[in-house]
């Protein structure tokens, strides 16, 4: 891999290179240098957010990281991405530049759908993609997101529409993920055997459900098998997932569709899983809005426009993903209620 012709080393080809190494108490901290590093691009994906959510422990990957970048000869480069809350400047001693990215510029978005479709060896989809998007200001308004472009490309490629409401395109990036319909058969038939994909959609609405009640983005994996998911199979009780440890249930979502993921540690050691970015508050709507038939929609809406006045901020992309799968005069007066007029 390369960038601007510059050769790229990620961290974990690193580790494995042999040189002068720091091992911490936990091994996440293990740093490797290399000293004959010459005219390569280095890149350590999001250390100071998902490795130990410590302050201490993301000022020693600083330090270390800054030891790596001084140590080897001129002509390196060294990327470093975080999440915006995990980075305080910890890098700035070091000489590191700090840079937000933002959302994408027009020609942006041409770009990135034309370096997706040459690594897909689908050279024929780009004018389409370009001009479904020119076409559509709902849909360009989507692909100024760079995850929610690359999801419109394989939407795309898999199905060959792209769906110009979001809740839409969220439902087939989630079934394309889950089913891994881009994967040959034999594959999918691999993964289906042991949980059938309805069931792992289902199971994944339901985590996001229960996270979402509980205010909480990230959730220890071992309260996510303990008690989230034994709790969820209690109403699965004649599915092959109740057949499945909740762990044997997490490594199969996690493998197969990379939506529930392991993102670092808390600050007692204990691994995080959390929704990939976007897919959370659409699954959340999702099981909101299938609850509806065993409870009716009145008591579900009315439980929802609740919790959104109690914390609008934290609702709000939930409400409006759980309102666009309403249709007619449901909608209408649900949205009503969500907006009221002053």
């Not at 990620?10 to 494995?16: A, C, D, P, R």
């Not at 480069?77 to 933002?102: C, D, E, K």
């Not at 490594?251 to 670092?264: A, K, P």
């Amino acid at each position: 891999m390369s960038l601007n012709g510059r050769p790229m080393v990620g961290f974990f080809n690193i580790l494995s290179m042999s040189g002068t190494s720091y091992l911490a108490h936990d091994p996440c901290l293990q740093i490797t240098l290399r000293k004959n590093l010459i005219g390569a691009s280095v890149y350590f994906s999001s250390m100071l957010s998902t490795s130990l959510a410590q302050d201490t422990a993301r000022e020693l990957i600083a330090r270390k990281v800054g030891e790596l970048a001084s140590s080897v000869p001129a002509g390196n480069r060294f990327i470093v991405t975080s999440r915006i809350f995990g980075y305080q400047g910890q890098l700035a001693s070091h000489g590191f530049a700090t840079m937000t990215i933002q959302r994408l510029s027009k020609a942006l978005v041409g770009e990135l759908v034309s370096k997706w479709c040459d690594s897909l060896n689908e050279a024929a989809l780009l004018q389409p993609i370009l001009q479904q998007l020119s076409a559509n200001p709902r849909l360009f308004e989507l692909a100024l997101n760079p995850m929610l472009l690359s999801l419109i490309v394989l939407v795309q490629r898999v199905r060959g529409l792209i769906p110009e409401h979001r809740h839409l395109l969220y439902e087939e990036c989630v079934n394309i993920l889950v089913e891994r319909r881009y994967a040959p058969p034999e594959v999918q038939k691999e993964y289906n055997l042991t949980l059938p994909s309805d069931e792992a959609v289902h199971l994944l609405q339901r985590i996001a459900l229960s996270l979402h009640k509980a205010r909480l983005r990230e959730i220890p994996r071992d309260l996510l098998d303990g008690k989230v998911i034994p709790e969820i199979l209690e109403s699965m009780t004649h599915s092959r997932a109740s057949r499945l440890s909740p762990r044997e249930i997490v490594h199969n979502i996690e493998e197969r569709s990379q939506l529930l993921v392991e993102r670092g540690f808390d600050d007692r050691g204990r691994a995080l899983m959390a929704f990939s970015h976007l897919t959370f508050q659409y699954l959340t709507s999702r099981a909101l809005k299938d609850t509806t038939v065993s409870r009716g929609l009145a008591t579900v809406s009315g439980e929802l426009l609740e919790s959104y006045f109690s914390d609008k901020e934290w609702w709000t992309e939930t409400a409006l993903l759980f309102a666009a799968q309403l249709a007619g005069e449901q909608q209408v007066l649900f949205m009503q209620k969500l907006f009221p007029k002053q």
